[in-house]
């Protein structure tokens, strides 16, 4: 068992050096069509460092890495290949993260199989997102790891039925459509949430401890506690399909188009195409819209899963406590956030309610 362990942990190592030595190096000089010292140094640091153990380089690689973003932000004419790379390398740290999760999880029981892959797959993101110091790696961990679950959970354990179909097409469409909306916002390996700068800079070197509880696995807890109700809908169905799980459907499905238009409308106050967010479409109705569609879609998965397991209705600890993260502290945060950045639109949008839609409170639609 010592020697398989051991075989494991290599495997590991050698994937991440070798990963990180031929993206960082031959695609990011690749994509920014330089001829810079600095790749002449690294690559001659690398080559000296290739005879050490892996555990030496892991103190040395952060520094470099960290360097090297610095040097990425003050590049131009690249963003385009650059980013296409850094999602390359994200796409890598989740294909490691999930298959090595995959394989160390125990298999003798469903919830204890899903729940320990998350906390490992949560584990080995943040091994990547402190070696490449930026936690925004982190971010689409929300909307990828579910659509593999379900998926992984339907192709094993599930039936060809209605319910599973409804459950996969939502948690499919609301899972790309989230993960795009990432893609299109994220700039880079340089490019890191301000919410995570600011932690940073308050909390120190206590960050990374922080980063790893507080930022990463306390939001993975948080999402499998919301996607019990799929697991138990697909595995121990004991009702069939009927009008809970239609309503239950058409909730998660209008969610997800509420967040899919309040995304685009940011978006485009983002380009410029905007001036003024709220003065027309869902976000003149809502405080932050987007949220409202993210809880309604957690909420109609909970309907369809407590009418296929109706013995389970503790389940409903899971989108409760998805609701008050973000009354509590998504919301806040970005109220402050209006307050510093968009002043003049602050007391507006404090004058619109956060859940309940501003259709019945005229005095709102300001």
Known sequence: MGNLISQKHSHIAQFIWSMQTILLLTKYEAASRLRHGFF???????????VSRFTNDVFFRPAMIGEYQKYCSTMTGSNTKGKTTALSIVAGCYLVSITMAWWLAPTDNLLIS???????CTAMVFVFTWIFRNTSIYDPYWSVIPVAMA?????????????????LGLVV????????????????LHDIDWRYRMYEEKM?????????????LLPTLIVYLAFLPVLFAIVEPTHPFGILGLCGGLVALGGIVLETIADEELWKMKRGKIHV???RGVWRWWRFPNYVGEVLFWWGLYFIGLEASAAHGWMIVGPVVMTLLFHFVSMPLMEKRHAIRRPAQYERLMQRPKWVPAIFFPKSRV
């Open 173 to 188: 469409l609301w899972g790309s459509r989230l993960t795009w909306n990432w893609v299109r916002r994220w700039e880079g």
């Open 114 to 120: 899903t729940f320990t892959a998350d906390l490992l």
């Open 204 to 216: 120190g070197k206590w960050f990374w401890p922080f980063s790893l509880v507080g930022l990463q």
């Open 151 to 167: 998926g992984w959970v339907a192709s094993e354990y599930g039936k060809v039925e209605v319910r599973t179909m409804v459950i």
């Open 40 to 50: 002449q140094s690294l690559r001659k640091e690398i080559m000296r460092r290739q």
């Open 277 to 279: 967010l709220g003065d």
